[in-house]
């Protein structure tokens, strides 16, 4: 089936640096992904779609100018947590559909963000 | 907008029994997707099984089957045979259909555990 990749799974940055996720379809071509966060024991939160070729398009709440999204490619999306702080840890899952009217959407591996 | 919700937090069943996980959404929407996510602990999001919502006949995986009832706005997942690796959280989702997939709205999620 299809992969999606995500990296890093896990990193640790301290407060005030940014942090770059990446999420990568390897075997077909993902015109939108999406980017969800999840706290601990809790569901998923959509945060933005990514759209390639355009703007993300962020869900209520979210600061866009702390999550920047940029989808460079067909097959690449980034996640930039920018001057990170303590309440930004979290863990981060990207998520791609397969395509066409295929409504199965393949999960990256998620990056568990803790910042010190 | 659509809310899934999920009732049970936690459920424990032993192994070889059946147990169901319950599900409702609310929508106003005609045309859409639901489905159910598993995720171990490794935290990677596996597709446990689908349902169209234009389809009647109730959507079946193995050992996974759910209980549709578009009426009721109810969609719950039977494990048969349950086994140790069937221990996870379990997330019930609503997808809104327009041709292409879409973003995912998650319920709260089931833990489940499944003990010799």
């Known amino acids: 089936g299809a992969v999606v990749s995500q990296h890093p799974s896990r990193v640790i940055c301290k407060s005030g640096t940014s942090v770059k996720i990446e999420c990568r379809s390897l075997d077909f071509q993902a015109t939108t992904m999406f980017w969800y966060r999840q706290f601990p024991k809790q569901s998923l939160m959509l945060m933005a779609t990514s759209n390639e070729g355009s703007k993300a398009t962020y869900e209520q709440g979210v600061e866009k100018d702390k999550f920047l999204i940029n989808h460079a490619s067909l097959t690449l999306s980034t996640l930039t947590v920018t001057s990170a702080h303590p309440e930004d840890s979290s863990f981060y899952i990207c998520?791609?559909?397969?395509?066409?009217?295929?409504?199965?959407?393949?999960f990256g591996q998620g990056t568990r963000l803790t910042v010190v | 907008a659509q809310t899934v919700t999920q009732s049970q937090p936690e459920m424990s069943v032993q192994e070889a029994e059946t147990v169901t996980l319950s599900c409702t959404y609310d929508?106003?929407?005609?045309?859409?997707?639901l489905f159910w996510y598993k995720q171990p602990p490794s935290r990677q999001m596996i597709l446990v099984i689908r349902q169209e919502a234009y389809k009647q006949q109730n959507a079946t995986e193995n050992r996974f089957s759910v209980n549709f009832q578009k009426a009721a706005k109810s969609f719950s997942l039977k494990i048969s045979d349950s086994q140790l690796g069937d221990t996870a959280m379990y997330f019930c989702a609503f997808m809104r259909y327009t041709g292409t997939a879409s973003k995912l709205t998650f319920g709260t999620g089931t833990r489940l555990q499944v003990t010799l």
């Open positions: 929508t106003s929407e005609s045309n859409y997707y």
């Open positions: 998520s791609a559909p397969s395509g066409g009217a295929n409504t199965e959407a393949f």
